[in-house]
Structures are given as C-alpha cells and as structure tokens.
C-alpha cells in the first residue's frame, strides 16, 4: 500500500466514529518533584463515564479520594445541567466540567472534540488533523513492524511523529510517539507515548483499545536521555460506539455521592 492509501484509511475510520459512551478507569501519575505541582493538580484513580455524539455531552467523574466531590455535568446543545453534592445547576452554554479531565477520547480514541482542540486545530496532535494538515511530511516505512505479534504500517514524520497502525483491527492505532516543543520552556522537547492493548470490536468494524498507557517524557534539547514527568493508565469497563442513546444523557441523582 502506499502512504497516501494508509492515510486514507487512518482518516476514513476516525470519520466512522460518530458518538461514544465509555466507563473507564484511570489512574494518573506525576514523576515531577511535588514541590512542582501545582494546588489544582489533582493525580490518583479516577473512574469516568463520558458519552460523546455530536454536541452533546455527558461526563460523570469519580475521584477514589472522597475529599474530591463526585461530578455529573450534561449538556444539550445549548444548556448544561450540573449536579454536584446534590445539588442542581443550570447553566447556559457548556460548562467545562463536560469535558474536563477526559482523556480517553480525546487522547486515546483521539477524537477532536474538545473546546481546546477545536479553537487551535492548526497546531493539533489528534490524529485526524495532523494527518489532514500535514500528510505531506508522512511517509511509509517500507517493511511492517509487529506490536504485541500484529504486523502493522508504520507512518512515520521524522523526529515528529510515529504511528504504528494495525490494518486487521480495521486502522486502528496500536502505538504512536510524538514529539513537540514545551511552551513554557523552550530548552526541552516533550514526548508522548501511547501503547493501545486488549482491543474490541466496539461496533461493526471498529475496534478500540480496552487497555492503554500514555506516558509523557521531557527531553532537554542538548541531547540527555529523555525523563519520564506522568503517565495514565486507563482500564475501560465498558464501551460502545455508535450506540448512544437518549437515556445516555440522563442524570439519575440517585447515583450521585452523599456530601460528607
């Protein structure tokens, strides 16, 4: 196959993703010096129920510390509801607690949905955009490689990007690592890598990982071996696409936390 024909395919299977509902764990680590983390920084075991279908939203987020209030936020289109220690908020808009800190989505489906992408689609990670914008840099590395005993194309941007896609588990990503600069510090590189296992066919013909970890590395540009700084290991209980329903979007109160 050639590179253009991979990329084709990589694009036409994002595009086949049309709504998600996905209950995940995941569990966040920092490898920074903790005097570095910031007070809103918040690591541990977190279980997220997301749906996902065009606009609307639905997230519910569980921290495993109780001192962390459970949050339940849906929204419509053009209103958000938010529950939050039994409590109920409307609000007009889209509050960000419908997408805030969901990662499987957005970093692991790598879907394009979020506020944040939308507004700087230019300078983009997500698949689908560097793919789009950029295909011109891609090329095809002419021999496959195997991941976890699957032989996958591997896309390659030199000292950018490397996508190793599994074309028996209908385009899916297996691993991918890539590259780009630190805004805050323009003396190192960050590196993300994401390694995608346990695969099921989540609808007809679209497979997606039921096991991942993304680990984030800074590499200082004089050379030094890259420092792992966090990584997120996600454990999904149940996922469907392309399935969603109207009740996804219900709040049941009773679900909710009992404030202490």
Not at 15 to 32: E, H, L, M, N, P
Not at 36 to 47: F, S, Y
Not at 151 to 160: D, G, M
Not at 176 to 205: M, W
Request: hydrophobic letters at 35%; aromatic letters at 10%; glycine letters at 4%.
């Amino acid at each position: 196959m050639s590179t253009e024909q991979v990329i084709a395919s990589i694009l036409e299977r994002q595009k086949s993703i049309k709504s998600v509902r996905v209950t995940y764990d995941v569990t966040s680590t920092s490898f920074a010096d903790p005097a570095t983390i910031g007070p809103n920084e918040v690591w541990g075991d977190t279980r997220f129920t997301f749906v996902i279908e065009r606009d609307r939203r639905f997230c519910r987020k569980t921290h495993s510390d109780t001192a962390y209030p459970q949050v339940t936020a849906s929204f419509d289109g053009q209103n958000t509801r938010k529950h939050l220690n039994r409590s109920v908020l409307v609000l007009a808009g889209k509050a960000r607690e419908c997408e805030d800190g969901e990662m499987y989505c957005s970093m692991i489906l790598q879907l394009p949905y979020s506020d944040a992408n939308q507004s700087d689609r230019r300078n983009s990670w997500i698949l689908s955009d560097v793919l789009h914008l950029h295909k011109e840099n891609y090329h095809l590395r002419p021999q496959r490689e195997q991941i976890d005993g699957s032989w996958c194309h591997v896309l390659e941007w030199a000292k950018r990007d490397t996508i190793w896609i599994d074309p028996n588990l209908g385009w899916a990503v297996r691993k991918r690592i890539n590259f780009y600069s630190d805004r805050s510090n323009h003396s190192v590189h960050k590196q993300l890598e994401y390694s995608l296992t346990k695969f099921v066919e989540g609808a007809p013909g679209i497979w997606v990982p039921k096991s991942a970890v993304l680990t984030m590395y800074r590499r200082p540009l004089d050379g030094d071996a890259a420092e792992p700084f966090a990584s997120w290991m996600f454990n999904v209980i149940e996922v469907q696409i392309n399935q969603v329903q109207e009740s996804d979007f219900e709040i049941n109160g009773d679900e909710l936390r009992s404030p202490k």
